[in-house]
């Protein structure tokens, strides 16, 4: 049940929604799309589903050329964010509808209803309608009515973005059993960096209707093969400034200097872009790096707090413990531990992994 695309694009009225890409998805594998608003992972999934025609490539299932094959004629089920159910009938019917139509028996239709039910915790509502449920209970629905379809390929465009934080946890650890189980292809679409870590499997970052990079999801993570990619998986996104290989030493932009062998593989001369995550930036103590910002605002979250710095004409945001009480305008040191730089080259591709991401 391999599906692939070979230089799939789509352009709308001269506005390209998805640039020549190339991607094949296994049986049995958990695939998320990870990428901002507009990014253009639901394009690509109505793409997949046939909901939409490519206007160059092509679109294999199994080896059989489908890219002209109406979604009707396709084993796939797709679930939205914003969930959509049969308004007359009961959640039990509802979740039964798909496999009604494929003709399975009433005793197997029962017994997958009930399972799925009892799964996404709607037992207690079954005989109820989609409008006497909540928002996340009508959301459940529509989850339990693609996953009782057993198709082939399943795809969630943000399907959790409804729900509690309490049920989408608890979804989150459970879905990926439930699609390894299935043997289906699944694809999951998502604009946060730490749900697509929490799903496992490959993921696919997407940034202005771009591919950037495919792969197993820790791996995309700790090993961006661009900046590109780094600012798509790390929320906040990544943290950038330039710097010069000057002999033994790294200049970096602001004034700071390091010895080269601190940033771990030898560096040619030249410049490069150098780049960190949020969470690793501190206000505490001595990181190897020090850097003298200017704070523009601070955003409390409970146990930790964002702080927008300013530097050298950039701006970095720093995830750091505890709650700060601090004043916009006021000047701040910030350390950065030298194992957690990444090294971009001008074009933007990875030169050096960050160290702690290597022994990782």
């Known amino acids: 049940m391999t599906l692939t695309l070979e230089g799939v694009s789509k352009v709308v009225g001269g506005n390209t929604h998805i640039h020549p890409t190339d991607l094949t998805l296994e049986p049995g594998t958990m695939n998320v799309l990870l990428g901002p608003t507009s990014a253009g992972k639901t394009s690509l999934m109505r793409l997949m589903a046939g909901l939409d025609q490519p206007t160059t490539g092509r679109i294999l299932w199994q080896g059989d050329d489908v890219t002209g094959q109406r979604v009707q004629d396709r084993k796939v089920a797709m679930?939205?964010?914003?969930?959509?159910?049969y308004p007359s009938m009961t959640v039990y019917d509802n979740i039964a509808s798909p496999m009604r139509l494929l003709g399975l028996s009433k005793d197997e239709i029962d017994r997958r209803v009930r399972e799925a039910a009892e799964l996404m915790q709607l037992t207690p509502q079954i005989d109820r309608k989609p409008l006497e449920l909540s928002g996340g209970q009508q959301q459940r629905c529509a989850l339990a009515r693609a996953l009782v379809k057993n198709a082939g390929l399943v795809l969630l465009d943000e399907p959790l973005a409804n729900l509690?934080?309490?049920?989408?946890?608890?979804?989150?650890?459970?879905?990926?059993?439930?699609?390894?189980r299935s043997g289906s292809i699944f694809v999951y679409a998502t604009t946060e960096p730490e749900e697509a870590l929490l799903l496992g499997g490959n993921c696919a970052t997407l940034w202005q209707g771009r591919v950037t990079q495919f792969g197993p999801t820790p791996s995309v993570y700790r090993r961006p093969a661009d900046a590109t990619t780094a600012r798509v998986f790390s929320d906040p996104p990544m943290?950038?400034?330039?710097i010069e290989k000057t002999g033994d030493t790294v200049h970096f932009d602001g004034g700071h200097e390091i010895a080269a062998s601190t940033l771990g593989h030898d560096l040619a001369d030249g410049t490069y872009t150098a780049g960190f995550r949020a969470n690793h930036l501190s206000l505490d103590g001595a990181g190897g790096l020090s850097f003298d910002t200017t704070l523009s605002v601070t955003e409390i979250?409970?146990?930790e707090t964002y702080v927008h710095l300013e530097h050298a004409e950039r701006r970095w945001v720093g995830l750091v413990h505890g709650v700060r009480h601090l004043k916009p305008g006021q000047?701040?040191?910030v350390h950065l531990d030298p194992r957690h730089v990444y090294i971009f080259g001008a074009d933007g591709r990875l030169v050096q992994p960050a160290p702690y991401a290597e022994a990782a």
């Open 79 to 85: 679930v939205y964010q914003q969930f959509i159910n």
């Open 164 to 180: 509690d934080y309490k049920l989408r946890e608890e979804l989150r650890a459970e879905i990926p059993k439930i699609f390894e």
């Open 239 to 242: 943290n950038f400034i330039d």
């Open 301 to 303: 979250t409970g146990s």
């Open 331 to 333: 000047p701040l040191k």
